[in-house]
């Protein structure tokens, strides 16, 4: 069964950074699209980054490109997340997620999840 999980979350101030990482058991990720999600309190969950197998190919939520890098260490089984000059509307629980099939930017493409890293931005 595979499992993803999430750390680097924390409480930074605006224009601050982030790294978040997100490690898996069960699967090895190098053949495997991930992406970064992240829901606001009273919030949808919203698609935030994505990079494909090899690493080559990413792509971003406007509200986050520019700011954010999402990347991957296959031979860590890793993927990550840099967030710089952090906005106050980026405070979010950021969940990681294998992708399955479909929307690359919709919610129900992607299975497993991760529980979650809470990021606060403070103005």
């Known amino acids: 069964q595979v499992q993803l999980v999430e750390s680097g979350g924390g409480l930074v101030q605006a224009g601050g950074s982030l790294r978040l990482s997100c490690t898996a058991s069960?699967?090895?990720?190098?053949?495997?699209?991930m992406g970064w999600f992240r829901q606001a309190p009273g919030k949808e969950r919203e698609f935030v980054a994505g990079?494909?197998?090899?690493?080559?190919?990413?792509y971003y939520a406007d509200s986050v490109k520019g700011r954010f890098t999402i990347s991957r260490d296959n031979a860590k089984n890793t993927l990550c997340l840099q967030m710089n000059n952090l906005k106050p509307e980026d405070t979010a629980v950021y969940y990681c997620?294998?992708?399955?099939?479909?929307?690359?930017?919709?919610?129900?493409?992607?299975?497993?999840w991760g529980q979650g890293t809470q990021v606060t931005v403070s103005s």
């Open positions: 069960g699967r090895t990720l190098s053949m495997w699209r």
């Open positions: 997620a294998g992708y399955r099939g479909g929307d690359l930017v919709s919610r129900s493409a992607y299975d497993p």
């Open positions: 990079i494909n197998s090899s690493g080559r190919s990413t």
